[in-house]
Each structure stands twice: as structure tokens, then as C-alpha cells.
């Protein structure tokens, strides 16, 4: 199959499964609307993908799942793993610039290394990198103080841990129902790594993945929803926790139509990877970037734009410009884009995107790719 097929078929299941996983909502939208209003005033976040797959810029866990390179190989990458240009001040001014009001941090991919001083195993960078300190306070201590909210990434799967079913794309450790009682010792590791993130970090937004491995029943769903949510009644969760989310996240691929929840975010790469990988040169432009963040705006959601450290901490220079710009044009024009809860259409034909307060309209129009003057 070509790259260009395999790609189109992957896009239409994504809208497929994005529809599928709108109907399965189990959460009233009328009883969270009031702690949604700033995720709604937002319109732009960052989302920031590191880990120690930035050592040798491969797949983020995946490269091991799907045996591109063996499990030993990639936490090989421990060793590597300094974070010595790792500035979270800077990387906070950036976001800020930006224009952003919230930013995602990786805590835990799915390749289960913490990027916190976790007690529930010593798989993390504090006891098992030279980098030796905890990644995220630093990071959501600078954006807090700058007034930008902070969301925690977790994955509920964990691929090193020994009580969790799954491993690579064709084995298995076990099946949850042959052992239960495995399984239950896992939810309690995954449980206890929550409750250390919300404890110590009380992230304002829980992005959640991998909840496609198992149902809602089994992961507790409605159980992991009701803990966080007594630490902080108005911390919101992503819609990757089997239903018992607050909003939708398509991955990629820009909607064909509004989505149907109320509350909805694009998350979307700068180039073609989350993760650091020097060999990706494929950028999108501060233009394409821009008219993206127009149209979710215009269809009611938000943009989540990724970008991914190096392993040393430091960001690529091409990620640095692309925050810088949209920066630039969002204190240009960002009166009709970040203001809260603008009425917004899309004029499908012209591919303006209009915005109203009350008064005055907002329009932007999108100039031929040659005219790129914000």
C-alpha cells in the first residue's frame, strides 16, 4: 500500500472512530459548562511531547510496540537522557508569546518512564536518567506564574510495567479476565501515580490516552473521573477516558464537520511526529498553522499545536519560530480570535472565517500561500 493510500484509509478511520467515540458520551454537558468556560476562552494550547525517545529521535513507544527496534534498545535511551539545556522559564515565556493559555505536558507515555520522582517504581528520570530531577514543577511553576493553565498528559497504559496486559503489537502477558487479579494490581500502580500527579502538580486539565485497550469498565473509568475530580472539582478531562470525558479530541486530521460535542480540540504536529526526530524536516508554515487555528476557532473548538524537545531539553529552532509567529499574528489579530466565546462562522465558499462580538465583525481572509504577511 502506498504512503499516499495508507494515509487516506487512516484518515477516514480516525473520522470514523471520532464519530463513533462522540456517541459514547456519559458525561452531561450542562453540569460542567461553567468550569469548560476558560477551555472554551482559550482557543490555543501547547502541547509538548518529551521523553527519552527524543535521545535518538524515534517513535515515542511505539517504535518498541511495533518492533521497529527492540524493548532493550529503546530504554537504552535512559542513559542518554540529560535534560541539560532543559529550560522551563524560557520554554514558558515561548508558550506565553505564543499566545497559548494553556500547554499539555507529557507526565508518562506509554512506555511507562515518568517524568516525575514516581514512588510507585523507579522507572522514571529522577532515579533512572542522568537528568536526576523532576521535569514537571519547574515547567508548571513558570507557566502558572505567567497565567497559562496546565494539563498533564497520562497514559493509562503501561507497556514496561509487568502487571499490564499488553506489550508488543503481537503478544500479550496475559488476558484480563483469565487474571484478574493482575490486572487489579496495575490499576492500583495506575491509581497511585494519579493520585501522586494531582497531589503534587494539581494540573488544571488531565489529557488522557490509551484508553482503547480497554473498556471503561475495566480501566474503572467513572471511578478514575470521580478521584481526580475530588482533588479538584474544576480540573477537566480529555475525551480518551471510554466516555467520561469533557471534550472531544479529534488527532490530526481537521474535522469535515463540527464535531458534535460541545466542546472539542485539534491536536495537531508540527511536522509529521510528536516526539523529537531529526530527520523530519517536514514543517508545517507559520501560514498553514495560522489558517488551521482560524478554522478551529471557526468550527467552536481549539487548536492543542505539539512540539517536541530534543533530549538534552532543548527546542528545535523550527518549532521556536513557529510559536514565535503565531505569537506575532495573534497580537496582530488575535482580538477576533481570543476573546471569549466569539460567535464564529466559516464561509465555506470564500474560506473566509468571520468572527462577531457583539460588534465589531472580524474577518479574515486567507491570501494566496505567496502573500504570507500576517
Not at 142 to 168: C, E
Request: charged content about 20%; proline content about 6%.
Amino acid at each position: 500500500m502506498s504512503k499516499k493510500l495508507y494515509h487516506y484509509f487512516l484518515s477516514i478511520f480516525i473520522m470514523l472512530y471520532s464519530g463513533f467515540a462522540q456517541a459514547q458520551h456519559r458525561i452531561n454537558p450542562d453540569g460542567i459548562k461553567e468550569k469548560m468556560q476558560w477551555f472554551a476562552d482559550a482557543k490555543l494550547g501547547i502541547f509538548i511531547h518529551y521523553g527519552i525517545y527524543s535521545v535518538k529521535g524515534i517513535d515515542e513507544s511505539w517504535s518498541f510496540h511495533n518492533k521497529k527496534i527492540s524493548y532493550a534498545d529503546y530504554m537504552s535511551q535512559l542513559k542518554g537522557f540529560t535534560a541539560n539545556q532543559y529550560k522551563p522559564n524560557e520554554l514558558a515565556d515561548l508558550i506565553k508569546e505564543s499566545g497559548a493559555r494553556y500547554a499539555v505536558m507529557t507526565t508518562k507515555h506509554h512506555d511507562g518512564v515518568a517524568l516525575w520522582n514516581s514512588k510507585y517504581g523507579p522507572l522514571n528520570v529522577v532515579q533512572k536518567t542522568s537528568a536526576k530531577r523532576d521535569l514537571l514543577k519547574p515547567l508548571y511553576d513558570a507557566l502558572r506564574q505567567r497565567g497559562v493553565k496546565t494539563g498533564a498528559y497520562f497514559s493509562l497504559i503501561d507497556w514496561s510495567h509487568a502487571n499490564y496486559p499488553g506489550f508488543l503489537k503481537d503478544s500479550s502477558r496475559y488476558q484480563v479476565k483469565d487474571q484478574p487479579a493482575k490486572w487489579t494490581k496495575y490499576l492500583t500502580f495506575m491509581n497511585g501515580q494519579l493520585d501522586e500527579l494531582a497531589k503534587q502538580y494539581n494540573p488544571d486539565l488531565w489529557w488522557f490516552d490509551g484508553d482503547w485497550e480497554h473498556s471503561a469498565e475495566e480501566w474503572n473509568a467513572a471511578g478514575v473521573r470521580q478521584k481526580l475530580l475530588s482533588y479538584n472539582p474544576n480540573t477537566i478531562i480529555n475525551g480518551r477516558l471510554q466516555g467520561y470525558g469533557d471534550y472531544d479530541t479529534p488527532e490530526q486530521n481537521f474535522p469535515v464537520s463540527r464535531p458534535a460535542y460541545k466542546w472539542w480540540e485539534l491536536c495537531l504536529t508540527s511536522n509529521d511526529n510528536w516526539g523529537y526526530q531529526p530527520q523530519d524536516k517536514n514543517f508545517k508554515t507559520p501560514y498553514e498553522i495560522i489558517n488551521i487555528f482560524t478554522d478551529a476557532v471557526s468550527y467552536g473548538g481549539n487548536l492543542l499545536l505539539d512540539i517536541g524537545p530534543k533530549g538534552d531539553g532543548s527546542i528545535p529552532p523550527e518549532e521556536v519560530n513557529l510559536l514565535k509567529e503565531l505569537g506575532t499574528w495573534n497580537k496582530k489579530n488575535g482580538e477576533g480570535v481570543l476573546i471569549p466565546l466569539p460567535e464564529c462562522h466559516r464561509a465555506i465558499i470564500t474560506g473566509q472565517v468571520l468572527c462577531q462580538k457583539i460588534r465589531p465583525l472580524y474577518t479574515y481572509l486567507y491570501p494566496p500561500k505567496q502573500a504570507r504577511r500576517y
